[in-house]
């Protein structure tokens, strides 16, 4: 299941790509109109600065802005970024050890494929299509 820290990352980074020509937008303003706690919304900023999704300014006239143009901007990155894997199994993350039922799991390439059919279709959508 994807968190609200997930779905906040993608609202904040549309909302910012709807603006593009406004420059850089307050998060104050963002946090209103979405709806969405400032102090919620300083916690996902930081990780989306990092990445190189947004930009910021301090100061009178600053705030934030995309930094990348919205048709670079995927879906399943930014989730995985966010969220970290989005196995929908534990077996299937990144850091899992071997799992020590994977020869005889019936169920393991029903999970494999869900697993790969998920970030296949959230990698197909970008900000551009969301807009």
């Known amino acids: 299941m994807i968190s609200t820290r997930g779905r906040y990352a993608l609202r904040v980074l549309l909302e910012l790509a709807e603006h593009r020509q406004r420059g850089y937008i307050p998060m104050k303003e963002t946090a209103e109109r979405q709806g969405i706690s400032l102090k919620y ?31 670079e901007c995927r879906v399943g990155d930014i989730l995985r970024l966010t969220e970290g894997d989005l196995a929908p199994v534990s077996c299937l993350c990144g850091d899992a050890g071997p799992c020590e039922r994977e020869k005889v799991c019936r169920t393991r390439p029903m999970w494999t494929k869900l697993y790969c059919l998920m970030n296949e279709f959230l990698d197909g959508i970008t900000l551009k299509d969301l807009l």
Do not use: D, F, N, T
């Open 41 to 71: 919304l300083e916690r996902i900023v930081p990780c989306l600065v990092k990445a190189g999704y947004i930009e910021g300014v301090h100061g009178k006239g600053g705030g934030y802005r995309l930094k990348k143009l919205p048709e």
